[in-house]
């Protein structure tokens, strides 16, 4: 790179670097400097002032500093290497870091973040950097999700980027929220390739460690094959998928369940990324990196996304065809704080081509012919079989935070309740899980407000002694007869309390017939949806 900050890209797709070597300063340490540009922190290589902390990383931190050979606001990324580390290990991060300006400096897009200098300070290499202004998408994320126009929007940013670094050879390998800033006027910036792989680059050998965050990886590089562009582009998806459901899918408790859902699980459906978007989301997640879309399929998809939509044409209305009946879970509503629901009778036979999915090595293992389903405005991830129907509510549902998966039949059905309390105006949620459901059983045994058909008389079985990832809970089990003078039917349920730290009670029911050829059908759906259920935030 030239020393006068400038990108220095040579024309033959090669990069020089100006290594400056440490020039005389006061040595002083930086996280002492934090806070408010200064203008007095410690100067790096003899030029770079140190004025802020913007930001602290696995491989380093990140800092505010002025330039003050060219006057000019750069980021400065700091090797922050534990002393303790066996010289090699030492050398290997210290090899990240100028390969990561290795990578950045020979790609020219706008999306990629334009790295100015590499300074050696005390033989360790700082990396000199453009200052974006803005947010990590991942904290963004933290807030809320985005619209399905506005990922794509991103979506098609962070392409790009990738569409030019595979052209010049360069594997990211570590695509996720926190590596794409957000900056002023609409910018998106794709960012820190410490992991990144050149193509003829053999310098840097990962043996003997994984590289990458786990979630986001695709499944070749789980198995420990050679990836390609096309691994990129599955962690684009996984990226999409979280940004508009609000929950990465395959997130769990611990690095080897995340890692064997990236290998087995898949994901529920899209449900707030529809049309084009959707499309790309579901072919970007296929396991075989050979069925993935190419980068120019998915660039139409996301740009078919960001569209606004067509004004629809004022056409006369015409007589409303008679409506079909809707599946008995579309007409449902939850068990849950407004009425039990009389189910219908057998349990038909599960979907065929049954898959393995592998959950927290803790809970399941998950049965054959089961799924992980995540629900991103729950905060959760239900274990549910994969024949189930989906009920959620509708937009005029004065409540919506809830879901419930339902057998064709309409026997057996799994329900997630969400109270968030932030919205507990009136006191309902006790102040643990176990509290919960004391006060929820004696209004199931004296039929209030939870009952329109279930009678007085009740049987339950609370149980206080159940845990949640080593976490209070609680369980309870109520057998009854539906009111029904026409055809009572005995019912049995099942709930599991947890209440989470900031005060949210989930409660998941399963609810079957209480007698007949599927009660232990029944009990084994609901013993494991219970042992499976992930909470996002404990």
């Known amino acids: 790179m030239s020393s006068d900050g400038g990108t220095g890209r040579a024309a033959d797709d090669t990069t020089s670097f100006v290594l400056q070597p440490p020039r005389p300063h006061t040595r002083q340490d930086p996280l002492t400097v934090h806070g408010p540009a200064t203008g007095d922190g410690p100067l790096i290589a003899g030029r770079y002032r140190l004025t802020a902390r913007l930001g602290r990383g696995g491989m380093g931190t990140v800092w505010r500093a002025r330039d003050e050979t060219v006057d000019r606001e750069v980021a400065v990324k700091e090797p922050r290497i534990p002393d303790h580390l066996p010289e ?28 100015y200098d590499v300074a050696v300070v005390d033989g360790r290499p700082w990396l000199v950097m453009e200052l974006v202004h803005g947010r990590a998408l991942g904290d963004v994320l933290d807030e809320g999700t985005l619209d399905a126009r506005e990922a794509a929007r991103i979506g098609l940013e962070v392409l790009g980027a990738l569409e030019a670094a595979h052209t010049a050879g360069v594997l990211h390998r570590d695509v996720k929220p926190d590596n794409v800033l957000l900056g002023r006027h609409g910018r998106v910036v794709l960012t820190d390739f ?19 965050s786990p979630e986001y990886v695709a499944p070749e ?68 990196p050979a069925r993935r879309p190419s980068a120019q399929r998915v660039r139409a998809l996301l740009t078919e996304a960001v569209r606004p939509p067509a004004p629809r044409p004022q056409l006369t209305p015409s007589p409303a065809p008679s409506a079909q009946a809707a599946p008995p879970s579309a007409r449902r509503r939850r068990p849950g704080r407004t009425t039990w629901l009389a189910a219908g009778a057998a349990v038909v036979a599960l979907a065929a081509g049954a898959y393995l999915v592998l959950a927290d090595p803790f809970a399941g293992p998950l049965p054959d012919g089961w799924a992980m389903r995540p629900e991103g405005r729950l905060g959760a991830t239900l274990a549910v079989p994969a024949g189930y129907q989906v009920s959620r509510p509708s937009s005029d549902d004065s409540d919506k935070n809830w879901v419930e998966y339902t057998d064709w039949s309409g026997a057996v059905s799994i329900t997630l309740d969400l109270a968030r309390k932030s919205e507990d105006d009136s006191g309902e949620i006790k102040n643990s899980a176990r509290s919960q459901m004391y006060a929820d059983d004696e209004e199931f045994r004296a039929q209030g407000e939870y009952s329109l058909d279930m009678p007085k008389g009740a049987k339950t079985r609370p149980d206080d002694t159940a845990t949640y990832k080593g976490r209070e809970a609680a369980r309870n089990t109520v057998v009854y007869t539906t009111d029904d003078s026409q055809d009572p039917r005995p019912r049995e349920l099942q709930v599991f309390y947890y209440r989470t730290h900031s005060g949210d009670m989930y409660e998941l029911f399963v609810e079957y017939p209480g007698k007949g050829d599927f009660t232990e059908r029944g009990r084994q759906v609901a013993k494991a949806a219970i042992a499976n259920l992930e909470v996002q935030k404990l």
């Open 194 to 212: 410490g992991i990144a792989r050149i193509e003829g680059d053999t310098r840097l050998t990962d043996t003997g460690g994984f590289v990458g």
């Open 221 to 288: 590089r789980v198995l420990g094959q050679l990836p390609g562009p096309a691994s990129d582009l599955w962690s684009l998806g996984v990226l999409l998928y979280t940004a508009t459901e609000g929950v990465s899918p395959f997130r769990r408790s611990n690095t080897p369940a995340t890692l064997q859902s990236v290998l087995n699980a898949t994901p529920a459906p899209p449900t707030a990324a529809g049309g084009p978007l959707a499309e790309a989301i579901d072919g970007l997640l296929h396991k075989d």
């Open 88 to 115: 090699r290990e030492r050398a290997n991060a210290f090899e990240r870091m100028r390969r990561e300006a290795r990578a950045a400096a020979r790609l020219d897009h706008p999306a990629v973040v334009n790295v």
